[in-house]
């Protein structure tokens, strides 16, 4: 059993998620991406400070991924703050729409977490998108995080079109795949979902998924294949080689792809807003 790498006479079985030392109970401080050692800790928190946030080190696809997201929705014209109607080109060419999807517009699987219906609805996935990203991001660099992005988002995009083939927008499905990664890892580090503020926020926004109008479908599937992304990942690394994580974030990519193609204009799932 490893020891503590600043209490040699306590043996422990959690190593710190940045630079893999042995901690004891005393050394840890949970984070989103798993416990931390004390120097690491004092790292995490410095680099939340205005002037990292600024340049942006170490977060670059999250950062692009919130001005793509920002600039479509200025683009789009119309900024209601909570009406919820998208609309415009950009929503019209872009949103996702599972019977136009069946005809040919493939991208809308994944041009339609990039577009948000009101300044309420992008601000709050903006936040929660940073406040994620950004962590899980500096965990396992910016290669990686693209592609469990890209594979919730995938997700996402499935399970809206499996609850409703009808317009559907936001990246709350990728959001939300975000914190399936994070609550894998948390658990995989030895922290109850709920020693961290990931617990209840997860549990907060599971229940808000289900008022008229959001797509719970969206949501639910982006945290399943966000939660599959992490345990993949691990497991990859673990046995693997250095191209079995890329690889199987390809494979779950491909997945959410053809799960979505499949129920694309299914005429037997609900058609709903």
């Not at 020891?3 to 984070?31: F, G, K, L, Q």
Request: one cysteine or more.
């Amino acid at each position: 059993m490893p020891t503590c790498y600043r209490h040699p006479a306590r043996e422990t079985a959690v190593a710190c998620s940045n630079c893999a030392r042995p901690i004891c109970p005393d050394c840890m401080t949970p984070t989103a991406v798993g416990m931390r050692c004390p120097e690491c800790s004092k790292e995490r928190t410095r680099v939340h400070t205005a002037r990292s946030i600024t340049a942006g080190h170490g977060v670059v696809v999250t950062q692009a991924i919130i001005a793509v997201c920002v600039v479509a929705f200025l683009a789009g014209g119309d900024v209601g703050v909570s009406d919820r109607s998208g609309s415009g080109w950009l929503y019209e060419n872009g949103a996702l729409n599972g019977y136009l999807v069946a005809d040919g517009d493939v991208w809308r699987l994944v041009t339609g977490g990039f577009l948000h219906a009101d300044l309420i609805h992008i601000g709050f996935n903006m936040l929660l998108l940073w406040f994620l990203g950004s962590e899980i991001e500096r965990g396992i660099g910016p290669g990686r995080f693209a592609g469990v992005y890209l594979a919730a988002l995938l997700g996402g995009s499935f399970g809206a079109l499996i609850q409703t083939q009808g317009w559907t927008v936001g990246a709350s499905g990728a959001v939300f795949g975000l914190m399936g990664y994070a609550l894998v890892e948390m658990r995989r580090n030895g922290i109850g979902i709920f020693q961290s503020q990931i617990g209840f926020l997860v549990l907060f926004n599971i229940a808000l998924s289900f008022r008229p109008g959001v797509s719970w479908g969206g949501h639910l599937g982006g945290l399943v294949f966000g939660a599959a992304a992490a345990l993949l990942l691990h497991e990859a690394g673990r046995r693997g080689p250095r191209w079995a994580g890329p690889a199987v974030l390809g494979l779950l990519c491909v997945v959410g792809l053809v799960g979505a193609l499949v129920v694309a204009g299914d005429p037997a799932l609900t058609d709903g807003t």
